[in-house]
């Protein structure tokens, strides 16, 4: 009689398990943001950006006024890296702001669009481990007022960057 009972207690909690894994495939089956959202609750998702007002940055091409630089001139490469290298320390106010209020330490990651002028046109946080919206905004509208060399492209230069962040 003990292992009639047993193995019936096994049988009810297995159908119970595997009713359990239908429903769950079932209702995540049909939302797929569903499980992604149980997954994703607590990862931090930058939202500070700013883009030129008009410009689709996925399509985005100009026309120039003067003929295009020679391509193989230009190093866009060492043109960014030095870019960013020399402007680093402008987004420090943001930082030493954001310190009064709590200890942060980390990296930021940005996105820029560069018009063939070499005036800025779209900034935005596409990553952030000090997770800061106040800083955030602040490191976009500092970065949307920079103007780099003209890149001699007649479509928007995209780049990505990353700024670390640490205090002693």
């Known amino acids: 009689m003990d292992r009639k009972l047993i193995f019936i207690s096994a049988a009810v909690f297995a159908v119970l398990v595997c009713g359990a894994m239908i429903v769950a495939w079932y209702v995540t089956g049909q939302d797929s943001n569903f499980s992604a959202s149980l997954v994703d609750a607590t990862k931090y998702k930058p939202q500070s950006r700013w883009i030129e007002e008009g410009l689709d940055p996925d399509v985005s091409t100009f026309e120039m006024a003067a003929p295009p630089l020679r391509q193989d001139r230009i190093d866009n490469d060492t043109l960014v890296h030095a870019f ?7 987004l420090m106010p943001c930082y030493q702001t954001a ?12 996105r820029f669009g560069v018009k063939p002028d070499g005036t800025i046109a779209l900034v ?15 490191a976009v509208e500092t970065a949307r007022h920079w103007r780099l060399p003209p890149t001699g492209k007649e479509n928007l230069m995209k780049f990505n960057a990353d700024f670390t962040f640490s205090y002693e």
């Open 84 to 90: 960013v290298q020399d402007h680093y320390a402008d």
């Open 99 to 110: 310190l009064e209020e709590e200890d942060l330490a980390g990296r930021l990651d940005m």
């Open 124 to 138: 935005e946080v596409i990553g952030s481990e000090l997770e800061n919206l106040a800083l955030e905004n602040c």
